[in-house]
């Protein structure tokens, strides 16, 4: 499976500069930022978590993990858990599990960034499969998904 087409029509509509990047497969993200050789901190995952019954990409970096509480308050949402794979593998349907882009705009999905990537110039993610990276330009990310940004996340 080839990294999201519409992702790649998306940044090329809107002028980003973007470098695909093929390696090898790799299942977590701090896995793939070793395979990229890019920072941790750099490497974006994306996890799609439930707020009632809504569906939210929360967006954080690699070497973070998410404060429940943290989230709670910035989704505004006493109920806030992950989503079970069944519950969001129909919303990325050409993405393998777990390897979904934090573009949430693109899957009708607001989407959540902690705060702490906003230090970064570049970021990396998923682009759909477990071999395909993309890094692009943090303001480029911010300025495509108009993301909320709030803490959310504690470094490891």
Do not use: W
């Not at 777990?98 to 990396?124: K, Q, R």
């Amino acid at each position: 499976m080839p990294i999201v087409s519409r992702l790649v029509e998306y940044l090329d509509e809107n002028g980003v500069i973007y470098a695909a990047i093929r390696h090898p497969k790799a299942y977590t993200a701090q896995e793939v930022a070793a395979q990229l050789h890019c920072k941790g901190k750099e490497m974006v995952k994306t996890v799609v978590v439930k707020a009632g019954r809504h569906s939210v990409l929360a967006v954080l970096p690699a070497t973070h993990r998410i404060d429940f509480q943290l989230l709670s308050a910035a989704l505004q949402f006493e109920d806030v858990r992950l989503a079970s794979e069944p519950e969001f593998l129909n919303l990325f349907p050409e993405c393998e599990p777990g390897a979904m882009p934090p573009f949430g705009n693109l899957y009708g999905l607001p989407v959540l960034c902690d705060n702490s990537l906003t230090e970064d110039e570049v970021i990396h993610f998923n682009a759909g499969t477990h071999t395909d990276a993309v890094r692009v330009r943090f303001e480029d990310f911010r300025r495509l998904v108009k993301p909320k940004i709030a803490r959310f996340a504690r470094h490891l």
